[in-house]
């Protein structure tokens, strides 16, 4: 396999300035007729060559001459001697029915639809499929007019006609450059729902959000997501919308969330269809947030997009965190922020210490798919993160205006951005710019020492080795820091060496140093979790039920919680027991929030056995998923009543999405999560399905079932299943509880549930939903002692790699995760990674992921 190396970045020996396509839609034969204005680029011989996959090449001319000394090979057009500017005309045809990977051109349930980001386009014809060559588009589709009304493609509609077989077309011009990965092409029969926006300046956008037959009643809000995006956008950043129609398409088969192509965004439906009826508060979050994301990208990653793949993180790392900072403002900064934290230390963490670890620009690839990571992502999001931290919202506005200014309408790397921040502030960012290089999660040792007359406080930084880079450096390191007393009280170390909440970390170790106190200093350490790191010191439980009670930072607080729920979970791994002054203490701090809704409904969240995972070495999975499962029945036994007192106190009228609603919906089914542990409320349990008008509190009835008896549980979900047997977004829900249930005919409960009628192998909707919740959540099935789960997943994914690697090449990571783990789970994992390595014609995708793990296995041990 070829391994790609950001090292060796070259630019394009061609630019392609202009392109026209010509797509005639046909199930297995499409044709794709391809004029390109081709310059060469620079003084050099090289011959032309052109990306494709998968195409079957009818014609070559240029300007206007057969070609006949081209070469065709499996991944490439060839073309020897070409002068210095000229047009290329290919004609290709395309076979989309056939196409399960979904990448390229496909059509499936009825509708055509592209895929091009990260090489994607070469599926379709002949092209330079590289993120540095930017060209002007203009596209004319032709479709059976019947079948096909709509035919959509990027930017502004120019012309339209009918033609004499029964097929129409519709011509579309899109004036920025672009490059290839963000060209879009729809067509299929669709509703549509349509409004304005007038921009700062005055401009009128028509919006445009198609949706299946029948479903136009949950797209509303998306719509009104859309306009509060761009609205935000203007406010926040200045940035306005450029073209003279923004179009969503919501399509059921996408391997993605959503993709921002210029001016016609393609997203998979659960991302944009919702109403109360068939949509969690958590599933209007996403479509807000979603639908934000790939809006903001007009700007981080349209106008200015990415060199290279190896600068991935350039448009990602930052719309992630401009989506945050977004949705903190539309709803609650603290609930937004934990989140994202859950996200960081359940999976990027694992990342970071898996085979697959890898800095957020990465240095080498085999397949470029496999960059779509949580370190790309959400480590990078935490990386602009900090640079907003150590810049301020004035300075960090003023940095985005300069890289805007420098770079719009260019393809550039993660150095010009740090560049563009770099020309607004007298802060030193050198220093800083080693987090785009280095992989790993960073350790920040606090330890404390009285000292004659002070204390001192020392605050030390090291990154362990990982898979990809054995040396470390030290990191700059903005620091959310504080220091209390028992009582609250704040301190200030005496040099002033923590400047408005912030420890600057810029060396190994910084020491602090203060006056001495009566009772025990007690640092608290990563306010709003300022960096994507671990920290490690020792804190009694009183020290942490003291940060809990008086930080002034509500992260801490959330976070001093989360670390006694952990200490306690360890005691019961240990086959000991919980002070009984814990559970008083316990008590008493979840009773003084109890009508802080927010607050409390994040506390009452014990760590799940993922995030448990990252505080552990040589797991034994059935200890430690027994260890907490004994401490949240305990927890819920000795809680009882506060829980019911808690859960009788919210009450709610007629469904609203709006934010205090939703945070008082959230804590009453996170008490009744707990309630539903114990069996004399499982009528209680029942009433709240039945009393529910809205998904929510639905959901929230069936989560709380599954954690008590099978009866009711069972009961429930024939209930639910039975009347949304024929709307696969929500029955998706359905699945994933199954999926996560723990029982002991789990993997033929699996095996019976693919057979349902609704349950689709070729949509990656249904397959996370079923096959990728079992293997990330389903503690007790996946982890099987005989290690049955393994095999299971395996299975599944020698059979979907041949289809859709993609898909398989992401639900293969809890496998490849091995190291976690004692002995005995490491020998089953990996002898399941040696079984997919055997397999005959593996793909890229899953390929890389499975070599690089079983590598990591000599250099691990």
Same mark, same amino acid.
């Given at each position: 396999?070829q ?83 000229f047009?290329?005309s ?31 386009f070469?599926?379709?014809?002949y ?34 006609g ?85 179009? +969503? ?14 001016g ?7 991302f944009?269809?919702?109403?109360p ?37 350039l ?10 900072q ?9 609930s ?30 085999i ?32 940095? &985005? ?9 260019q ?15 007298d802060?030193?960012?050198t ?33 362990p ?32 060496k +923590? ?10 170790q ?29 804190l ?5 039920l ?27 791994e ?27 409904s ?8 993922e995030t ?31 829980l ?88 998706d ?15 033929s409960?699996?095996? &019976?549930?693919? =057979? ?15 096959i ?56 089953? &994992? ?23 793990s ?5 250099? =691990?041990?």
């Amino acid at each position: 396999m070829q391994v790609k190396r950001r090292a060796d970045y070259q630019p394009p020996a061609f630019f392609i300035t202009n392109v026209e396509l010509t797509v005639h839609l046909h199930p297995h034969s499409t044709r794709v007729q391809s004029t390109l204005h081709i310059k060469r680029n620079g003084t050099h011989q090289h011959d032309l060559v052109l990306d494709g996959e998968q195409l079957n090449l009818v014609e070559i001319t240029i300007d206007n001459q057969t070609v006949d000394h081209h070469k065709v090979t499996d991944t490439a057009l060839i073309i020897p001697s070409v002068g210095d500017e000229f047009i290329l005309s290919t004609v290709c045809t395309i076979a989309p029915d056939s196409n399960k990977a979904l990448e390229g051109l496909y059509l499936s349930n009825g509708v055509y639809c592209t895929q091009c980001e990260a090489e994607g386009f070469r599926r379709i014809t002949y092209f330079l499929d590289r993120p540095d060559v930017l060209a002007t588009y203009q596209v004319t589709v032709h479709g059976d007019k019947k079948v096909l009304p709509t035919l959509l493609s990027n930017g502004n509609p120019v012309d339209k006609g009918d033609n004499d077989d029964g097929t129409h077309w519709v011509k579309w011009h899109d004036p920025h450059p672009k490059p290839s990965y963000l060209f879009a092409l729809v067509a299929g029969d669709f509703d549509l729902l349509t409004d304005t926006y007038t921009t700062m300046n005055g401009k009128q956008v028509a919006l445009e959000l198609y949706v299946d037959k029948g479903k136009l009643d949950r797209g509303q809000f998306a719509l009104d997501s859309l306009k509060r995006a761009m609205k935000w956008d203007e406010q926040v950043y200045g940035l306005e919308y450029d073209l003279e129609i923004y179009m +969503v398409v919501a399509v059921d088969f996408f391997n993605m969330g959503a993709m921002e192509n210029k001016g016609l965004n393609v997203f998979n439906s659960k991302f944009v269809l919702a109403n109360p009826a068939t949509a969690t508060d958590e599933d209007f979050f996403n479509v807000e947030s979603v639908i934000a994301h790939e809006y903001f990208h007009n700007w981080t990653g349209n106008r200015v997009t990415c060199r290279d793949w190896f600068q991935l993180s350039l448009k990602e790392g930052l719309t992630v965190f401009r989506d945050q900072q977004f949705s903190a403002d539309m709803t609650s900064e603290l609930s937004n922020r934990i989140k994202h934290v859950r996200v960081i230390r359940e999976h990027q963490f694992a990342e970071d210490a898996s085979a697959m670890s890898h800095p957020i620009r990465p240095d080498e690839v085999i397949e470029m798919n496999n960059f779509y990571t949580v370190t790309v992502y959400d480590k990078g999001a935490e990386v602009i993160r900090m640079l907003h931290t150590l810049l301020g919202k004035d300075g960090f506005r003023a940095g &985005m205006d300069e890289y805007f200014k420098r770079h719009d309408g260019q393809a550039v790397t993660c150095d010009d951005f740090v560049s563009a921040m770099q020309s607004v502030t007298d802060l030193n960012l050198t220093h800083f710019s080693k987090w785009y290089s280095q992989s790993g999660t960073p350790e920040i040792s606090v330890t404390r020492k009285r000292e004659g007359d002070k204390t001192l406080i020392t605050v030390s930084q090291r990154t362990p080795a990982t898979a990809d880079q054995q040396e470390k450096e030290d990191l700059f390191i903005p620091l959310g820091f504080s220091c209390i007393d028992a009582t609250g009280q704040q301190y200030q170390d005496r040099a002033g060496k +923590v400047t408005n909440g912030i420890l600057l970390l810029d060396q190994q170790q910084i020491t602090l140093t203060y006056d001495q106190q009566e009772s025990e200093l007690i640092p608290v350490v990563l306010a709003n979790f300022s960096a994507p790191v671990r920290i490690k010191q020792s804190l009694d439980s009183t020290e942490l039920l003291a940060i809990f009670l008086h930080a002034n930072d509500d992260f801490n607080r959330w976070d001093a919680l989360q670390q006694l729920y952990d200490w306690c979970i360890s005691q019961y791994e240990a086959n000991q027991q919980v002070d009984e002054t814990i559970w008083e203490g316990l008590k008493s701090a979840l009773s003084s929030e109890k009508t802080n809704f927010e607050l409390l409904s994040e506390c009452l969240i014990i760590p799940s056995f993922e995030t448990l995972c990252q505080s552990r070495t040589n797991i034994n999975v059935e200890t430690l998923n027994a260890a907490r499962e004994q401490f949240v029945r305990e927890f819920a036994e000795r809680f009882e009543p506060e829980l019911l007192a808690i859960y009788q106190s919210i009450s709610l009228a007629d469904y609203h999405y709006d934010q205090q609603d939703v945070i008082a919906r959230r804590c009453k089914n996170v008490v009744l999560a707990h309630l539903g542990r114990l069996q004399q409320n499982s009528e209680l349990v029942q009433q709240h399905y039945t009393q529910s008008d809205n998904m929510t509190d639905t959901l929230g009835a069936l989560k709380a079932a599954q954690q008590g008896h099978s009866d009711p549980f069972n009961a429930l979900m024939d209930s639910f299943g039975e009347r949304w047997k024929s709307d696969p977004l929500v029955l998706d829900k359905w699945f994933s509880l199954h999926a996560t249930t723990e029982r002991e005919d789990i993997l033929s409960h699996l095996t &019976m549930l693919q =057979a349902h009628p609704q349950f689709s192998i070729e949509n990656p909707n249904r397959v996370r939903a079923l096959i990728g919740s079992f293997a990330f959540y389903n503690t007790s099935g996946f982890h099987a002692l005989d290690g049955s789960g393994y095999e299971y997943l395996t299975d599944y994914l020698i059979n979907l790699d041949s289809s859709n690697p993609q898909v398989a090449a992401r639900l293969v990571t809890p496998l490849t995760q091995w190291q976690r783990f004692n002995k005995h789970h490491q020998h089953k &994992m990996k002898t399941q990674l040696a079984r997919l390595l055997e397999q005959e014609g593996l793909s890229n995708d899953v390929y890389e992921k499975v070599s690089k793990s079983l590598a990591y296995e000599s250099s =691990a041990e």
